[in-house]
Structures are given as C-alpha cells and as structure tokens.
C-alpha cells in the first residue's frame, strides 16, 4: 500500500521586536488586569512585616520636611517665594518623592520579576509601568499631609490646583522614561542598582527642591538647567498648590526633555527585551 505523502510542514519563527513599530498598544490593553494585579503586589511587598506599614509614607516626607527647614529655611535662610517654608519645600518634596520611588521601584522591576518573565509570556513593558503606578500611592498619603499642613498655616489653594494632574502626569512619564532605561540596562549590568542612589542625590541637589528656581541666572544657564525635567514639574507643583509664581518658558524645555527620555526608553527597551528571560 502506499503510503500518504508526507504533509508540509510550517515554520514559525519569531523575530525579536525591531524598532517603534513593535510597540503594541493594544495587547498591553489586554492585559490591564494582569498592570492591576502587579500594582497591588507591589504595594503590599512594599509595606510587608513593616511595623508602622503606610505610615512610613508620612513619616518619610515629613521628617525630610523639618531637617529642609531647619538647615536651608532657617540656617540658610533662602527665599521661599513668600509662602512658609514648610510648605514650600513639601509642595517640592511631593513630586520628587514620587520621581525617586518610581524611578527606583522601575530599575529593580524586572530583576525582582525574574522568575515571573522566564516563565509566561505577556507585554514586558507592563513590569516597569505597574511598579511606577505603585509609587501613586505614597503620593497620595503624602498629599494629604500637605492639605493638612496648608489648613494649619490658613494657606488656601487657588484655583491653579486644577493644573495639578497634569504635572503628576509629566512627573509620572519622566519617571516611566528613566525607568525603561535603567530597567533594561539593569537586567545586562547589575552596576545599575549599585549607581542609581548616587544618581539620586545628584538630581535631588539639581532640582529646585530646598530651594526657588528663580535663584538660577536668566538666559541659557537658566535653559540648561531646565533641561531637568523635575524643573518644570516642581515648579508646577508649587504653583498649582501654593499660588507662587507659575512656571515659565522653561517648562517647555522640561516636557520635551520628558517626552525625549519617554519615547527613547521605549525605543531601547523594546530592542532589549527579546534578552530579557535569558539573562534574568
């Protein structure tokens, strides 16, 4: 009897992403549950066996608060932009709280998540995004304290404060755009974890947040130092929550220098991720 040809056989192969074009929208959409699920476990691992739990999210801001006040409001004696001092340095600690907790909480996410990315396959890019989105809780129990803080000096908000999303959004994609660098290079060279602190105290000591902007000389030194980001958001903050003077041209050097580090992150960390369940 003959036998029955033998069928053809079809081979699938999968190419490593390459380029912008493989940035899928709409599969990490699909898998907005599984951003959910790694929210909350990152917030419950953050606040584990600890003692004093969510408080620790108060009791960070506010004593970084009073040891501002006393060495550079009182010692120092810089200005605050006729707002107490208290609040003036709060308003700024507030977003670079946020900055910091997620810029770091990115860097460590897909090292911490090894086990989970050698094993099932989803979008990669959800790692990094569900650890900046964790940080939003932090934020909200510290601005809270900031709203307690202004009834306590009779410190109203104008009616700027409906700018404030739009600064916690830039805040948030600056982060995301750090975040997506360090993550992927983390992965390769575990240096990362190890520079990302210094790196910290660097960008603390280079945003205005012991001190006013208005301090940096006009012209292109004052554009340079705008290129920092966190220069447009703290400026925004202040402004949005406390009425000082709002932001000037130099928040639009701030959002495109957001909008550089947010679209080349993705576009390197795209190219590394096919690496990331081999080396992990």
Do not use: C
Not at 241 to 253: D, H, I, K, N, S
């Amino acid at each position: 009897m003959r036998e029955p040809a033998a069928s053809a056989q079809h081979v699938i192969n999968i190419d490593p992403p390459r380029g912008w074009e493989a940035l899928d929208l709409r599969e990490l959409w699909e898998y907005r549950e599984l951003v959910a699920f790694l929210v909350w476990r990152d917030v419950k691992v953050r606040y584990k066996r600890a003692a004093l739990g969510i408080i620790w999210a108060v009791l960070q801001p506010l004593m970084t608060m009073v040891i501002f006040t006393v060495v550079f409001g009182r010692l120092a004696g810089l200005p605050s932009e006729g707002v107490p001092y208290p609040l003036f340095t709060l308003a700024a600690l507030l977003p670079w709280q946020l900055f910091s907790g997620a810029v770091n909480a990115a860097s460590n996410s897909l090292v911490g998540s090894g086990a989970l990315l050698s094993k099932v396959y989803f979008p990669r890019l959800i790692v990094p995004i569900a650890s900046v989105a964790a940080t939003l809780v932090d934020f909200v129990v510290g601005l809270a304290l900031l709203l307690v803080l202004m009834i306590w000096y009779a410190h109203w908000p104008a009616a700027s404060i409906v700018a404030l999303p739009a600064f916690v959004l830039l805040a948030l994609i600056t982060a995301l755009g750090i975040g997506l660098w360090t993550s992927a290079m983390n992965v390769r060279y575990r240096d990362v974890q190890y520079l990302m602190p210094f790196a910290m105290q660097v960008m603390l000591l280079a945003s205005p947040v012991a001190y006013s902007s208005s301090i940096v000389p006009t012209g292109a030194v004052r554009t340079l130092y705008a290129m920092n980001p966190l220069v447009g958001i703290i400026q925004g903050f202040r402004w949005s929550l406390l009425g000082t003077a709002p932001p000037g041209p130099e928040l639009f050097v701030s959002v495109a220098a957001a909008l550089v580090l947010l679209v080349t992150g993705l576009f390197f960390f795209r190219r590394m991720e096919a690496s990331f369940a081999d080396i992990v």
